[in-house]
């Protein structure tokens, strides 16, 4: 069943929602949207998240998630396509929970190797669809669109916690 839009986002013209749920022409791509999606989703990460605390991480990422929802619920809408491969606004917002809780670990020298890793996890995740994400992509509308790549992005988050624990660089 899905939830009632707000009036403000049902007043937002077409191609203002759809450049939103693109991410402009990032989710264009002929090959890989999704992959470039991630890669927008890191410059996010980085510019907002990367030295955040607990409770500003959370904050935003909540609702950038919850935006997201939205803009992706209207978009299903607009473009009368379920989960159109040119929504990549999932995958940007769902980069940064890739890197949940491993703030002290990404001031090493070495955090380009936790952002490449996590950024190969949550592609190969989002893409493979284990563990039952595959079955939270068939929710309906928005909310079905994002949380197949947040519980990716948390799947990813574990295995980057395993990495850090058992790698003997951080010792």
Known sequence: MRWKQPLWLRLL???LVINLATLGPVGRVK???GTAGSAVGLIWFTLFFFRAGWFEYLLLGGL????????CEEAEI???KRDPGEVV???FVAIPFCFLGLQPYLNEALAWLIILVGFLLFRVF?????????????LEGGFGVVVDDLVAALAT???????????PFWI
Do not use: N
Request: with cysteine.
């Open 89 to 91: 606004i999932d995958e």
């Open 78 to 80: 607009r473009l009368q």
């Open 31 to 33: 090959r890989g949207p």
């Open 157 to 167: 988050a574990f295995c980057l916690h395993l990495f850090v624990y058992f790698t």
């Open 64 to 71: 950038s998630v919850v935006v997201a929802i939205a803009i």
């Open 13 to 15: 013209p077409s191609p």
């Open 126 to 138: 989002d893409i493979a669809k284990p563990f039952g994400i595959r079955r939270l992509q068939k």
